[in-house]
């Protein structure tokens, strides 16, 4: 059920006492000086609010989605000159047939100028009521239309997170894989160790992760082990720092797999197996709210023939971030001579910590 259609109930009460209070006006004036309320005044006075009903709701139920918002209004208008004609000559010939407990009381001298304006004031009511219920539908559609587009935007948006972590679990599964390829021909032993590790990886991978959000500290031991397993087969000229802190967030929520690219970028193209090369990896909560994940490491950039990864992860990221955390984070990516630097700026949800 929508939010609008939740509401549905309470807009239902809110006629009825709209109406109750209108049909029930000749028991709120009764006082000494007042005329005391008979059955027959009292149907004489609900045959006009009565009458008003019938405008409205014909109006609300059938005339606006029918003509109105099909942009066909001068039919609508047509549509009500008939009916708030025929409403009238109704009320006319009730009057006629009710009994009048007025019968006998003198009747002014200008009787048809009276009428007249009686006339044009009744006309300027029911117009009035038309004008109401073309308000209130109005501002129920659009209600209506804004509800569903906000649920419209909501299932794209989680549409849309589920297809970028189905294309982000390969990708973490495809780059270490292809670590662990580069292993076993020079270290049977440690790629063993590797598959070992990588098991643990894939455990959290395609079970924890399956929530939007998951316990900081849990994402930052992903973050190590992973980090372990990548430094298996680092050359001993590449020097990898890490610090790697949770601090006052470590029982924060954070969605899941966010670091994962920056870091197998930094793995990528800051690794250099004839060249002295390194990264460095901090992530570091300032306090319970706020999350820096810097990335520094020398730059050596893969040709074009190397599709490892596909290139999709800083992409996905982006897409990620701007789904999950809309107007709470920044993103700084690129070169700054021999170097490479990307920077990560998370403000945490307030509900989420």
Known sequence: MSEFESKRP????I?????????G????????????????????FVIIPFSF?????????ML???????????????SNVVLIASAMIFVHLMMQYLPNPHIGRPRPEREWQDAFLFFLGNAVLYLLVAGLSVAIKMTNSWYKVQSDKTALEKERAEAELKNLKSQLNPHFLFNTLNNIYSLISFSPERAQGAVHELSKLLRYVLYENNQHFV???????????????????????????????????SSALIAPLLFISLIENAFKHGVSYSNPSFIHIQIMAADRYNLTCEITNSFFPKSDHDKSG????LSNLRKRLELLYPGR??????????????????????ENV
């Open 310 to 313: 596909s290139g999709i992860g």
């Open 215 to 249: 316990p900081l500290e849990k994402e930052l031991d992903f973050l190590r082990n992973y980090i372990e397993l990548m430094r298996i087969r680092l050359p001993e000229q590449v020097k990898l720092e890490t610090r790697i802190e949770s601090g006052e967030a």
């Open 64 to 78: 606006i989605e029918k003509f109105l918002f099909t942009k066909k209004a001068w039919k609508f208008a047509a």
């Open 10 to 13: 309470f807009q239902w009460l």
């Open 15 to 23: 006629h009825c006492a709209a109406w109750g209070v209108l049909f």
């Open 53 to 61: 009903m019938i405008v409205y709701y014909v109006n609300s139920l």
């Open 25 to 44: 006006l000749p028991f709120f004036f009764t006082g000494r000086e007042a005329q005391p309320v008979t059955l027959e005044s009292y149907l004489r």
């Open 329 to 350: 984070y920044v993103l700084e990516c690129g070169q700054e001579g021999s170097l490479f630097r990307a920077v990560l700026r998370l403000t945490l949800k307030e």
